[in-house]
Each structure stands twice: as C-alpha cells, then as structure tokens.
C-alpha cells in the first residue's frame, strides 16, 4: 500500500479569497469582452463605409483602394470576433468556477458551523467541571477566610486606634500653630518689599510707589515696630538672598506679571532691550519656601496676578494679588493705605478693605482688583502682624 496524503478541506476565508479573486478576473474579462466589441463594432462600421464610398466612385484606382481598405477593416472586425469568441470562453469557465466556489463556501460554513458548535459544547463542559471544582475550593476555604476576617477586625481596630490617636495629635498640633498665627508678633514686623520695573518699554512708577508706602508707615502708629527692606531692580537670586538673611513676614513684589508669569529684572547694566527674568508661580512659590521660616504674607501688586494666588498658598498662609490690570497710580494708593494699616495693628483682611476703600473713595476705577486668598483653617479678618504691646 503506497503513501497518502490526508486533502484538508479548505476554509471559508480561503474560499472567499478565491471567489474573490474570480469576481475580479470575470469583471476584467468583462471588460476586455467589452472593449473588443466597441473595436469590431467600429471597424465593421469602417468597412461598410468604404464599401459605399467604393459603389460610388467613377475612377477604378479609387474603387480599388476603397475595396482593399474595407477588405482590411473586415479583417480586423474578423480578429476582433475571434477575440470575443475566446473571451468568451474564459467568461463561461470562470463562471463555472465561481458556482463551483460558491457550492464548496456553503459546504465549508456548515462544517465549520458543526465545528464551531463541537468546540462550544467542549467548553462549556470544561467550564463546567472548572465551576464545580471553583465552588468546591470556595466552600474550603471559607473556614479559613472567616478566620483571618476576625484577625483583619482586630488588626483594624488596633489601627484605627492609632489613626485615631495621631489625628488627635495632628490636630492640636495645627490648631496650636494656627492660633500662634493669629497672635500678633512680639517682633518687629519685617517686609520684603522687591520692586522690577524690567520692561523699559512699559514703564512703571515703583520709586514713587515704595516712598509712598514708607512715607504712611512712618505716619502711622507703630511705625517703630515695622521694617521695610526694599530691593530695587530685584532679581530672583535677590529674592532668595534677603530671605535668607533678613527672614520677611511678609514678602511684596511690584512690577510687571500676568496670569502665568511675575517679571523680574535680570541683573544687567543699562536698559537694552531686556523684557526681564520671568518666572512662573511654582517656581516663585519653591522660592518663598525653601528657607526654614516662610512668609506669612506674601503682596504681588502687579497686574492679574490673582491668577497666581492659589498656587503660592502652602507654607504661606495669606496670599494678595490683582485680579486684572491695574493702573499705576491705583497700585500705588492701594500699597500705601494697606501698609499703613498694618502698621496701625489692624488685621490684614481689614488692610484690604481699608486700601480698597481708600482707592473708592478717590474716584478709582481699580479698587475692586485686590484679591486676598488663605490656607484653609487661617481667617485673615483674625490676624494681626503687629501689636502695640
């Protein structure tokens, strides 16, 4: 007995594929059966054409030639035919084909439907039996898990003990540094007041903004218990030097900003045509607190600079800024009366209200601008920076 092979029948995709692959040779043959009928139709149409042309000519060379031109258009006709005749052919085997195909694709999907169906059933089984050994390993473990649910109770509530217990800790803890907040300050009250004025181009008056401010501080009552350190033309490098060495409560900045950005000078000589360092809220925010004693207060006098408050509040409680543009002269009286406040030992939200007042009452169309923010469990209207005592 010789070698077999075992014939595979084929898939319903390769079938598909070659059905196909024969739609698109019937569609060409089609086609060229198409093309080669327009081409006999038009040379049958020559020949007779000059047939005629030859029944009327008078001259036998002319008759003559007419004759041999149609004789040549009935030969080409003639191949022409022969050509439909043959595609035509090809037309009826791959038609042939193709209802062969489609008999074997339907042959093909109802075994693979029998399969699919053998497999289906195959799997549920093996489902089944998984299923019933699942639930059996479920009922034996359940001893177990009742078990270790008990030690998770008594892990939990030894937990929740301790949790409890340095929630309470925490607790006192904030409540005793919140209440050291409000308390006024022994000391004297130190302010960082840094002014830029980077952009040539855009010019502000923050000399005559920080002698206004000096000038209603020392007017006011606790004028002793204030010290201002101004760095003009500021940088970010002068920023974190005077924190360093002159530990501010409050830390103010006038000069150009916007939503995204605070403009600092860049330490050059001349005026050229810098537009200044800027710098972005986080950064300025990383600045403010990377020394061990952060500032309590911190005063961007600077356009839409409120944008910005929300993000510098952390280590730092009180947070003021403008919530659009403001003009230079509105700037400058807002600075004036809310320094001036302070150092009359009011509270800071009362800074505000007063400096917002003062602009009003003046005809200033800013005064809505300044924006005071603070961490959650400080209240502003509650914190004095300065006192008498």
Do not use: W
Request: hydrophobic share 40%.
């Amino acid at each position: 007995m010789g070698p077999f092979s075992i014939q595979l029948m084929p898939t319903t995709a390769q079938i598909q594929q070659k059905l196909a692959a024969l739609y698109t040779k019937r569609a060409d043959i089609e086609t060229k059966i198409g093309t080669a009928q327009g081409k006999k139709a038009k040379k049958d149409a020559e020949a007779d054409s000059k047939m005629a042309s030859a029944a009327k000519a008078s001259i036998d060379s002319s008759r003559r030639s007419y004759e041999r031109q149609a004789q040549s258009a009935r030969r080409d006709a003639l191949r022409e035919s022969n050509k439909i005749a043959s595609l035509s052919k090809d037309l009826a085997k791959v038609a042939g084909d193709i209802g062969s195909q489609q008999k074997a694709l339907t042959v093909a999907e109802k075994s693979e439907t029998a399969a699919a169906k053998r497999e289906s059933d195959k799997a549920r089984r093996v489902r089944e039996a998984d299923q019933r050994k699942e639930a059996q390993a479920r009922k034996a473990d359940e001893r177990r898990r009742q078990q270790e649910r008990l030690e998770d109770e008594r892990r939990r509530e030894a937990d929740q003990a301790a949790t409890t217990a340095r929630i309470a800790e925490t607790e006192q803890r904030l409540s005793a540094e919140i209440a050291s907040l409000h308390e006024p300050k022994a000391e004297q009250l130190r302010i960082l007041y840094a002014t830029a004025a980077a952009d040539k181009q855009d010019p502000l008056r923050v000399d005559q903004e920080i002698r206004r401010v000096k000038a209603a501080v020392k007017a006011a009552t606790h004028r002793d218990l204030v010290i201002i350190e101004h760095l003009p033309a500021a940088t970010p490098t002068d920023v974190l030097d005077t924190l360093i060495s002159f530990r501010p409560h409050v830390v103010h900045f006038s000069g150009h900003a916007n939503e995204t950005v605070l403009v600092f000078d860049e330490g050059t000589d001349g005026y050229g045509s810098s537009k200044g360092k800027r710098i972005g809220p986080d950064v300025f925010k990383e600045l403010l607190e990377s020394t061990d004693e952060a500032p309590l207060l911190v005063v961007l006098n600077a356009c839409k600079s409120a944008a910005q408050l929300d993000l510098l509040l952390g280590k730092v409680s009180m947070a003021v800024g403008m919530d659009d543009s403001i003009h230079d002269v509105d700037a400058i009286v807002f600075a004036a009366r809310f320094y001036s406040t302070l150092a009359e030992g009011q509270s800071v939200n009362a800074a505000l209200t007063t400096a917002c007042f003062e602009m009003k009452m003046n005809g200033l169309s800013d005064h809505d601008l300044p924006t005071l923010r603070a961490v959650d469990g400080v209240d502003p209207a509650d914190v004095r920076l300065i006192t008498g005592e």
